[in-house]
């Protein structure tokens, strides 16, 4: 998939259409990548974090990020210009004068409504606030709030500074314009957007995952390894990395939260194989914790 050519720049030198101020709510992987990537672009970025600590450890990621993609790229821009325009702070207050709101807290409907709620008390009407939520209702997401006028998907993927998709997910309520405000968003960071209208999975979740549950059935079925498994699809389909080496870098217990809900949603073709089931209660959780599908350590 090639990239859209950037947008001319606004004054001030950011891309046409990019927010000069964003939010981030979230400073885990997603949150400090989506943070990354508005600041590379020269927008002035806020994340806030449940605590201190939490804050903190938000902080040390999108400064390591930032200077890792400095490192590759010397013509990148100024690392210290860079790290003037990010704030970390635990107070939603923060959010007040930012004109998008990026929420990327984890996949957990509750904890997700209670979060939109009160980011969107700190919002001006107008003001953008959108989910990262890569498989939950956009639609019903924006039922909670008081503006669902003014509520978006966007679904980043991992690692968000490299990666060239944006899933732009439309729900029932979202203003029209709000979607070509969201492409133009998108293309000014140097990424594609797809749109999809929203339904359990979306597009990327949905297919992402149905390979992937496949993948896991053939594994406990003994059809193959997990290795050659996973190079038939990325030798025969010209997939960059195989499906159970994906679930590895995503989490296991991220692709079954994503499976359980689409298996309600949609059916059995989407039910956990007991081997997922096994490694999540095991704690074999992919990357993050050294074993999953694959050894890590």
Do not use: C
């Amino acid at each position: 998939m090639n990239n859209p050519a950037v947008p001319a720049a606004q004054p001030g030198g950011l891309p046409a259409g990019i927010p000069a101020r964003v939010g981030v709510l979230g400073g885990g992987r997603m949150g400090a990548g989506i943070a990354h990537a508005f600041l590379v672009k020269g927008a002035d970025v806020v994340v806030v974090e449940r605590d201190e600590a939490s804050a903190q450890a938000g902080r040390e990621r999108v400064e390591s990020s930032t200077a890792k993609s400095i490192e590759r790229n010397p013509q990148g821009g100024n690392l210290d210009e860079m790290l003037s325009r990010l704030t970390v702070s635990v107070d939603y207050a923060a959010f007040a004068d930012r004109e998008l709101v990026m929420e990327a807290v984890p996949e957990d409907w509750t904890m997700k409504v209670a979060a939109l709620r009160r980011v969107e008390e700190q919002l001006t009407p107008g003001t953008v606030l959108a989910s990262n939520t890569s498989s939950l209702s956009v639609s019903g997401l924006a039922e909670e709030l008081a503006r669902p006028q003014d509520f978006i998907g966007l679904h980043f993927f991992n690692p968000v500074p490299a990666s060239t998709l944006v899933e732009l997910v439309i729900g029932k309520q979202t203003r029209p314009d709000l979607v070509e405000q969201a492409r133009t968003w998108v293309q000014g960071l140097g990424k594609t957007a797809v749109v999809v209208n929203d339904a359990p999975g979306f597009a990327s979740s949905r297919l992402g995952v149905a390979i992937a549950l496949e993948a896991m059935r053939m594994l406990e079925e003994g059809v193959a390894s997990a290795e050659d498994i996973d190079n038939a699809m990325v030798l025969g389909y010209k997939h960059p990395t195989g499906p159970l080496h994906t679930t590895d870098i995503v989490g296991l217990d991220v692709r079954l939260g994503i499976a359980t809900y689409l298996h309600e949603k949609l059916g059995d073709r989407f039910a956990p194989p007991q081997v997922l089931r096994d490694k999540v209660a095991r704690g074999e959780l992919g990357r993050k914790t050294g074993k999953g599908f694959f050894d890590w350590s």
